[in-house]
T-cell receptor
Framework: ETGVTQSPTHLIKTRGQQVTLRCSSQ?????VSWYQQALGQGPQFIFQYYREEENGRGNFPPRFSGLQFPNYSSELNVNALELDDSALYLC????????????FGPGTRLLVL | GNSVTQMEGPVTLSEEAFLTINCTYT??????LFWYVQYPGEGLQLLLKATKADDKGSNKGFEATYRKETTSFHLEKGSVQVSDSAVYFC??????????FGSGTQLTVLP
């Protein structure tokens, strides 16, 4: 059974640029959630995708957007990067939205200069 | 809305010491509760979970009991090892089925 995978592992961008992060869900999981973890803090929910639609969103501005594909993989896009967007971005998958247990990938560490 | 409050860290223990990390929650009903562990430079790993009140989750020598009378889910281990050094997060469902996390507790175990 393949776990959650994310790419890239590290990324450096400059302020104002755009970034796309990718996530492949665990085998058999159709729901993907994205979280932002700033240094020294707990993860904060960005949004969740189910059946290629956004299925819940946290307190993040519209410049954070996402996609889910028919194979359940997902992308997180961030436009107009700001210095405060520097963080570890975590993807988590679950069997479906009704299942509370989520399994996390290794994360993508983004640094905005 | 639902929230999780976790004991502030950091915690430093000697090898073979007893560990307790406190976690309390507020929620509607009795949702599943979780402990995740994050090793340096890595993502979160599910350590254990409890799916209903009075349930006990256990894994790798760690235990946590879901106590509805005190709304707590404290993490315990009888004898910690150096390899247990990591950040531990308590978590529960948020208002939109996302996970809401505590602030994390950094555990350092000295040989």
């Amino acid at each position: 059974e393949t776990g959650v995978t994310q790419s890239p592992t590290h990324l450096i961008k400059t302020r104002g640029q755009q970034v796309t992060l990718r996530c492949s869900s665990q085998s058999g999981h159709n729901t993907v959630s994205w979280y932002q973890q700033a240094l020294g803090q707990g993860p904060q929910f960005i949004f969740q995708y189910y059946r290629e639609e956004e299925n819940g969103r946290g307190n993040f501005p519209p410049r954070f957007s996402g996609l889910q594909f028919p194979n359940y993989s997902s992308e997180l896009n961030v436009n107009a990067l700001e210095l405060d967007d520097s963080a570890l971005y975590l993807c988590a998958s679950s069997l479906d939205p009704r299942v509370e247990t989520q399994y996390f990938g290794p994360g993508t560490r983004l640094l905005v200069l | 809305g639902n929230s999780v409050t976790q004991m502030e860290g950091p915690v430093t223990l000697s090898e073979e010491a007893f560990l307790t990390i406190n976690c309390t929650y507020t929620a509607t009903g009795y949702p599943s509760l979780f402990w995740y562990v994050q090793y340096p430079g890595e993502g979160l790993q599910l350590l254990l979970k409890a799916t209903k009140a009075d349930d006990k989750g256990s894994n790798k020598g760690f235990e946590a009991t879901y106590r509805k009378e005190t709304t707590s889910f404290h993490l315990e281990k009888g004898s910690v090892q150096v390899s247990d050094s990591a950040v531990y997060f308590c978590a529960g469902p948020g208002s939109a089925r996302q996970l809401t996390f505590g602030s994390g507790t950094q555990l350092t175990v000295l040989p």
